[in-house]
C-alpha cells in the first residue's frame, strides 16, 4: 500500500495535468520535498503547490528553470551548427519529450542527448569547443560527453547496444526520420514510441525506473500513433508484457486505471530510489538481470564487465570488422587498459559485498513486476 506522502505526490502530479482537484495531506512534509526533488518533479508540481510549500523549493525552481531554458538556447545552437557542418543529427529524449507536456519547461532534464551521423570525434568536438562547451568524458562505444556550466549534452554515436534486431531498427529508423530542416531529422511518432520502451527497459534493468519516466509514458499513450506496426516491433524486440505493464502503470499513476499488486511494487521501487537510482540499485539490478540467484549473478556480472559482447567489442576495437579473428587479442588489451587505467573505479563497480539476498529478492520481484525476464 502506498503511504499517504506518496499517495500525495500521486495526486500533485495529476493537479499539474488538470485531472483531480482532490486534497491531500502529508504526515512529513521534508520527505514530500524529498520525493519531489528525488523524483525530478520540481518543474512538473510547483505550480500547483500551494504559497507555504512552495517556499522551500523557490530557489530550486528558480535555478531549474534557468537551466532549462539553457538547455533550450544552447539545444538549439548545436543542432544548427551540426546540421551546417554536414552532420545528421536527431534530439532525443527529454528534449523531444518536452514537447508533449502542457507547458513550455514544465519537463525538467538532466541533460541535452543528440544522435549524430556520421560521427566524426574530432571535428564535433571542435565543434562544441567553439560553442563554449568542453570534453569531460571521451567514450569508444555510445555517447561522448560535453559540459558548458549546467548544461551538459550527451553525443550519441548509437541509440542501441547488443541486440542484433534493435541494431537493425536503428537502421530503419533512420530511413524513416522527417527532415525538418537543414541535417536536422525528427524520428516518426512510431519510432519515438519504440526508442522511449527500448530505453526505458534499457534503465530498468538496471534498477531504474523514476515518476517522470512514468509520467512521460502516460503522455506518450495520448499520441497518435500507428499501434499496430509499433506492437509487431515490441513484439520482436522482446517487450510486449514490459510495453503492458508499464502502460498500465502510467495510467494507474494518473488515477486512469486501479492500482494492482504490481504497481505498487514497481512505485515503491520508484519512490525509494528517484529517477536515477542508487549504486546500489545498480549493482543490484545487473546482479539480479545476470543471473539465477545472487553467487551466480554476480559473478556473471563481474565477468561480463571484462568480457564484451562482441557487438560491443566491434565498437571499442574497430579492426575486429575486418579481422574478428583478434577478439581474444583484443579482449586481453582491454584487461590490461582496465587494471592500469581505471582499476580503481572498475573495482569499486565490481564491489558486490554491499548487495544481500534481501536486496537480489527484492529487485527480482521488481523485475517480475515490470515483465522482465533474467537471463
Known amino acids: 500500500m502506498l503511504t499517504n506522502d506518496q499517495?500525495?505526490?500521486?495526486?500533485?502530479?495529476?493537479?499539474?495535468?488538470?485531472?483531480?482537484?482532490?486534497?491531500?495531506?502529508?504526515?512529513?512534509?521534508?520527505?514530500?520535498?524529498?520525493?519531489?526533488?528525488?523524483?525530478?518533479?520540481?518543474?512538473?508540481?510547483?505550480?500547483?503547490?500551494s504559497a507555504k510549500e512552495q517556499e522551500p523549493f523557490k530557489a530550486s525552481y528558480a535555478a531549474a528553470l534557468k537551466q532549462s531554458i539553457l538547455q533550450t538556447y544552447e539545444g538549439e545552437?548545436?543542432?544548427?551548427?551540426l546540421s551546417d557542418a554536414g552532420?545528421?543529427?536527431?534530439?532525443?529524449?527529454?528534449?523531444?519529450?518536452?514537447?508533449?507536456?502542457?507547458?513550455?519547461?514544465?519537463?525538467?532534464m538532466a541533460d541535452l542527448d543528440i544522435l549524430v551521423r556520421p560521427y566524426e570525434y574530432r571535428r564535433i568536438k571542435a565543434i562544441m569547443e567553439k560553442l563554449g562547451f568542453w570534453a569531460y568524458s571521451e567514450s569508444s562505444w555510445k555517447h561522448d560527453n560535453f559540459k558548458k556550466g549546467k548544461v551538459f549534452v550527451e553525443m550519441h554515436k548509437r541509440l542501441t547496444d547488443d541486440s542484433a534486431e534493435i541494431r537493425k531498427w536503428e537502421q530503419e529508423m533512420w530511413d524513416r526520420a522527417v527532415r525538418i530542416r537543414g541535417n536536422i531529422f525528427r524520428m516518426t511518432p512510431e519510432d519515438y514510441y519504440l526508442f522511449h520502451f527500448i530505453h526505458m527497459?534499457?534503465?530498468?534493468?538496471?534498477?531504474?525506473?523514476?515518476?517522470?519516466?512514468?509520467v512521460d509514458t502516460w503522455l506518450l499513450?495520448?499520441?497518435?500513433?500507428?499501434?499496430?506496426?509499433?506492437?509487431?516491433?515490441l513484439e520482436r524486440f522482446g517487450l510486449t508484457l514490459f510495453h503492458e505493464r508499464m502502460v498500465h502503470l502510467s495510467r494507474a499513476v494518473m488515477g486512469e486505471e486501479p492500482m494492482d499488486e504490481n504497481c505498487e511494487v514497481l512505485l515503491a521501487h520508484a519512490f525509494k530510489y528517484g529517477?536515477?537510482?542508487?549504486?546500489?540499485?545498480?549493482?543490484?539490478?545487473?546482479?539480479?538481470?545476470?543471473?539465477?540467484?545472487?553467487?551466480?549473478?554476480?559473478?556473471?556480472?563481474?565477468?561480463?564487465?571484462?568480457?564484451?559482447?562482441v557487438a560491443r567489442m566491434k565498437a571499442h576495437f574497430p579492426i575486429l570488422e575486418k579481422w574478428p579473428v583478434?577478439?581474444?587479442?583484443?579482449w586481453l588489451k582491454r584487461i590490461v587498459r582496465t587494471v592500469l587505467k581505471e582499476g580503481k573505479q572498475i573495482r569499486t563497480k565490481l564491489n558486490y559485498s554491499n548487495i544481500s539476498e534481501e536486496e537480489y529478492r527484492e529487485t527480482k520481484r521488481f523485475f517480475e513486476a515490470g515483465g522482465i525476464e533474467q537471463k
Not at 35 to 40: E, I, K, N, Q
Open 7 to 49: 499517495m500525495s505526490i500521486l495526486l500533485l502530479l495529476r493537479r499539474a495535468f488538470g485531472l483531480s482537484g482532490e486534497s491531500y495531506e502529508t504526515e512529513d512534509e521534508s520527505e514530500l520535498l524529498e520525493t519531489v526533488m528525488r523524483s525530478g518533479l520540481l518543474l512538473t508540481v510547483y505550480p500547483v503547490l
Open 77 to 81: 545552437n548545436i543542432l544548427n551548427a
Open 87 to 108: 552532420f545528421d543529427c536527431i534530439a532525443l529524449k527529454g528534449w523531444e519529450l518536452q514537447k508533449l507536456y502542457p507547458r513550455s519547461n514544465m519537463r525538467q
Open 201 to 214: 527497459e534499457k534503465d530498468f534493468v538496471i534498477a531504474s525506473l523514476g515518476l517522470r519516466r512514468i
Open 221 to 233: 499513450q495520448k499520441q497518435p500513433i500507428a499501434m499496430e506496426l509499433v506492437k509487431a516491433e
Open 275 to 309: 529517477i536515477y537510482g542508487s549504486d546500489e540499485s545498480h549493482k543490484a539490478g545487473r546482479i539480479t538481470f545476470m543471473g539465477k540467484n545472487l553467487k551466480n549473478g554476480k559473478f556473471r556480472s563481474a565477468l561480463s564487465a571484462v568480457f564484451l559482447p
Open 326 to 330: 583478434l577478439l581474444p587479442w583484443c
